[in-house]
């Protein structure tokens, strides 16, 4: 089966045309980098997603902190995910950079804030 | 008064980019005003990943890529007023500015013009219908989610496919909204393929080109919109017309350097990039000031906004420094298939970055730059887009006679 898949790794969006026969690519072309030939990869076996979103923080001059997660996760797992990220508070201050959900779902990624809030009183 | 070798207006990514640039090369005398309480400019709210790929050659956040610069700024000291609002320039280099704590005037030997860019709203947009509350731009929305943790939607239209509106229908399908769909007007998309993928397909949100509002609906709040077909002249076509009920719209209808301060103070400005006109010195119509970032024209990276901001402040130092500057008679002019470029004047006896953006798609096509008949620079490209800034050097020895140059699409 011939499928043309846009690379989502660069604003580039390279159309990345392969032939893939039982999730087996035969042929790949139209990539301008191996990133690209990456993601075909990964995309045809198992898609995989970074996700961002916010947690709360008490007593901080800001009322959220945003997170990320470090690594890729399957597709399928983003809104379970979501959901134990939702289930975190945090209480000010908060560092940037801080694991607050280590292998969350049983998957290879972390969440981690990506904003430092301030205490209220500092 | 505060005399300042150079005062940097926005401290978001090329307000910051530009203060350490000048810093490293020995301009150390200069202040950052920020209208906000924080630095970090829009970056601020903008939480997703996939910035920094670039310089740091990993995926960030926003506030990431925005602290990596702040903390620098915080090591050298390099002075900044955050909640300080600049009221005008003048074209002597006089800033005048608000705070909590009252008015400041400063004098620059130096201004770098750092403001960013703002959305085009509805009034902009002139979407008739009534005035409900509920229709927000895309970045109004993301400050709502990401800055205050409120949520301001649950039946949602998206009007615009830029990359803040993509990026907001995933945010907030995340948050337990409905996107409906994303309707653009133009007949194709305004955003990077990549985030109609990751932010719509994967959620299951469908794009319609060529479609537009055309009615909005609601007493209090909004209750629907209409959406309609539209021709290749973008006007709606009668009979096309479709309700639906939704509680919210969001616009992410395009992004306008924020120029008023620049305008009011005598800065000549593109017609097309509604930035400044400027040379190959990022320097504006009025000497000693700089311009570059999202104020000059919007990028689709901040990578290349940091990157730009940099190459200002090294002119800017030279400048600074007494150094003249080699003056731009060349023109370049946006020939056909070309939105715009930046620069719009060039020395000819310097290398420059040439950056633009096409005026619709185009495949296997070349950028070509021309002086008369004479080809001074050609790329083939497979594939141009008018969301993707496209980049590249032209050399010196490349321009051969004192003549207007033309980019073209062919």
Same mark, same amino acid.
């Given at each position: 089966?011939?499928?043309?898949?846009?690379?989502?790794?660069?604003?580039?969006?390279?159309?990345?045309?392969?032939?893939?026969?039982?999730?087996?690519?035969?042929?790949?072309?139209?990539?301008?980098?191996?990133?690209?030939?990456?993601?075909?990869?990964?995309?045809?076996?198992?898609?995989? &997603?970074?996700?961002?979103?916010?947690?709360?923080?008490?007593?901080?001059?800001?009322?959220?902190?945003?997170?990320?997660?470090? &690594?890729?996760?399957?597709?399928?797992?983003?809104?379970?995910?979501?959901?134990?990220?939702?289930?975190?508070?945090?209480?000010?201050?908060?560092?940037?950079?801080?694991?607050?959900?280590?292998?969350?779902?049983?998957?290879?990624?972390?969440?981690?804030?990506?904003?430092?809030? &301030?205490?209220?009183?500092? | 008064?505060?005399?300042?070798?150079?005062?940097?207006? /926005?401290?978001?990514?090329? /307000?910051?980019?530009?203060?350490? !640039?000048?810093?490293? %090369? #020995?301009?150390?005398?200069?202040?950052?005003?920020?209208?906000?309480?924080?630095?970090?400019?829009?970056?601020?709210?903008?939480?997703?990943?996939?910035?920094?790929?670039?310089?740091?050659?990993?995926?960030?956040?926003?506030? !990431?890529?925005? %602290?990596?610069?702040?903390? !620098?700024?915080?090591?050298?000291?390099?002075?900044?007023?955050?909640?300080?609002?600049?009221?005008?320039?003048?074209?002597?280099?006089?800033?005048?500015?608000?705070?909590?704590?009252?008015?400041?005037?400063?004098?620059?030997?130096?201004?770098?013009?750092?403001? /960013?860019?703002?959305?085009?709203?509805?009034?902009?947009?002139?979407?008739?219908?009534?005035?409900?509350?509920?229709?927000?731009?895309?970045?109004?929305?993301?400050?709502?989610?990401?800055?205050?943790?409120?949520?301001?939607? $649950?039946?949602?239209?998206?009007?615009?496919?830029?990359?803040?509106?993509?990026?907001?229908?995933?945010?907030?399908?995340?948050?337990?909204?409905?996107?409906?769909?994303?309707?653009?007007?133009?007949?194709?998309?305004?955003?990077?393929?990549?985030?109609?993928?990751?932010?719509?397909?994967?959620?299951?949100?469908?794009?319609?080109?060529?479609?537009?509002?055309?009615?909005?609906?609601?007493?209090?709040?909004?209750?629907?919109?209409?959406?309609?077909?539209?021709?290749? @002249?973008?006007?709606?076509?009668?009979?096309?017309? $479709?309700?639906?009920?939704?509680?919210?719209?969001?616009?992410?209808?395009?992004?306008?350097?924020?120029?008023?301060?620049?305008?009011?103070?005598?800065?000549?400005?593109?017609?097309?990039?509604?930035?400044?006109?400027?040379?190959?010195?990022? %320097?504006?119509?009025?000497?000693?000031?700089?311009?570059?970032?999202?104020?000059?024209?919007?990028?689709?990276?901040?990578?290349?906004?940091?990157?730009?901001?940099?190459?200002?402040?090294? !002119?800017?130092?030279?400048?600074?420094? #007494?150094?003249?500057?080699?003056?731009?008679?060349?023109?370049?002019?946006?020939?056909?298939?070309?939105?715009?470029?930046?620069?719009? @004047?060039?020395?000819?006896?310097?290398?420059?970055?040439?950056?633009?953006?096409?005026?619709?798609?185009?495949?296997?096509?070349?950028?070509?730059?021309?002086?008369?008949?004479?080809?001074?620079? @050609?790329? $083939?490209?497979? $594939?141009?887009?008018?969301?993707?800034?496209?980049?590249?050097?032209?050399?010196?020895?490349?321009? %051969?006679?004192?003549?207007?140059?033309?980019?073209?699409?062919?």
């Amino acid at each position: 089966m011939k499928k043309i898949y846009t690379c989502i790794i660069c604003p580039g969006g390279c159309e990345i045309e392969t032939e893939i026969k039982d999730k087996r690519i035969l042929s790949l072309t139209g990539n301008t980098c191996d990133k690209g030939a990456d993601y075909v990869r990964q995309e045809v076996t198992a898609p995989a &997603r970074t996700i961002a979103t916010s947690v709360r923080v008490k007593g901080g001059v800001l009322p959220l902190a945003s997170v990320r997660l470090t &690594r890729p996760i399957p597709k399928d797992m983003i809104l379970s995910v979501m959901e134990q990220i939702k289930k975190i508070s945090l209480t000010a201050p908060v560092l940037s950079g801080t694991v607050i959900l280590k292998g969350v779902c049983g998957l290879d990624s972390d969440v981690i804030t990506t904003r430092n809030v &301030r205490a209220v009183s500092e | 008064m505060e005399q300042k070798d150079a005062v940097i207006i /926005g401290g978001g990514p090329a /307000g910051l980019a530009a203060a350490l !640039e000048l810093y490293f %090369q #020995g301009i150390q005398d200069i202040l950052i005003l920020e209208r906000e309480d924080h630095l970090g400019g829009i970056l601020r709210q903008c939480i997703h990943d996939g910035f920094g790929l670039g310089r740091f050659k990993k995926s960030l956040s926003g506030p !990431e890529y925005a %602290q990596a610069f702040i903390d !620098e700024i915080e090591k050298y000291k390099i002075s900044y007023r955050t909640g300080t609002a600049v009221m005008e320039v003048s074209e002597d280099h006089r800033i005048t500015a608000i705070s909590r704590e009252g008015v400041i005037v400063c004098q620059a030997r130096s201004v770098i013009l750092a403001m /960013g860019c703002k959305e085009r709203s509805r009034g902009a947009l002139g979407i008739p219908g009534e005035r409900p509350a509920g229709v927000f731009t895309a970045g109004t929305a993301q400050a709502y989610m990401n800055l205050y943790n409120r949520m301001p939607a $649950k039946e949602v239209i998206i009007l615009g496919s830029g990359d803040i509106g993509m990026i907001m229908a995933r945010r907030l399908t995340l948050e337990g909204a409905h996107v409906q769909a994303v309707f653009e007007i133009m007949p194709h998309p305004g955003g990077l393929p990549r985030n109609i993928i990751q932010c719509l397909e994967d959620y299951h949100i469908p794009l319609y080109l060529s479609h537009t509002v055309t009615g909005i609906h609601g007493d209090s709040r909004l209750t629907g919109v209409t959406i309609s077909r539209v021709d290749e @002249r973008l006007r709606p076509i009668p009979g096309t017309e $479709k309700e639906y009920a939704c509680d919210t719209l969001i616009l992410s209808a395009g992004l306008i350097p924020d120029n008023q301060l620049s305008a009011e103070a005598g800065v000549v400005l593109d017609p097309h990039t509604k930035g400044a006109v400027v040379d190959e010195h990022y %320097q504006t119509s009025i000497p000693g000031v700089f311009a570059a970032g999202n104020v000059l024209h919007v990028h689709d990276l901040v990578d290349f906004v940091s990157i730009e901001a940099e190459a200002l402040a090294s !002119e800017a130092a030279a400048y600074i420094r #007494g150094v003249e500057l080699a003056p731009c008679q060349l023109e370049i002019r946006a020939g056909k298939g070309i939105g715009h470029t930046i620069p719009q @004047r060039v020395s000819g006896k310097k290398d420059f970055l040439l950056s633009l953006r096409v005026g619709s798609p185009y495949k296997d096509c070349s950028i070509v730059v021309r002086q008369g008949d004479r080809v001074v620079w @050609r790329r $083939k490209m497979k $594939k141009v887009i008018p969301a993707e800034m496209i980049q590249f050097t032209i050399k010196a020895e490349q321009i %051969q006679k004192q003549e207007e140059l033309e980019v073209s699409v062919e």
